[in-house]
């Protein structure tokens, strides 16, 4: 099983600022955590109390949309990634983007109980 789920968690190519340049993988991963860092962030803003959001629901939704963007990120890729339908990658990438969503709960509950 060869599924390069890799290629497209990490894309920028279809970014107009980032199109026709090459990064190496350490800069397109620092890219990816940003963007996770960045989500994050509104996580924790959208937990303060005046919001009356739930920490679950909230962390599933962020996490879903996350995972949803699969499909229009791997339309808009210029360098080849899994297709749309490869089954392997869908579940790795919603996988990934599942755990993320429970890493964003637990560190939001740790982060609530501690302010």
């Known amino acids: 099983m060869n599924v390069k789920v890799y290629t497209l968690l990490m894309n920028v190519d279809f970014l107009p600022f980032f199109e026709g340049r ?3 993988p350490i800069l397109e991963w620092i890219f990816h955590l940003l963007i996770a860092w960045i989500i994050a962030f509104f996580y924790l803003v959208l937990l303060k109390p005046k ?3 739930r920490k679950s629901l909230l962390a599933c939704l962020l996490s879903f949309i996350a995972a949803m963007s699969y499909f229009p990120l ?4 210029k360098k080849e990634t899994p297709a749309v339908d490869n089954a392997t990658a869908v579940i790795f990438w919603f996988s990934g983007h599942a755990i993320y969503g429970l890493v ?10 501690h302010h």
Do not use: E, M, W
């Open 74 to 77: 791997t339309v808009l890729a």
């Open 22 to 24: 090459v990064f190496p």
């Open 104 to 113: 964003l709960y637990r560190f939001g509950k740790r982060n609530i109980h």
């Open 51 to 53: 919001y009356k959001i």
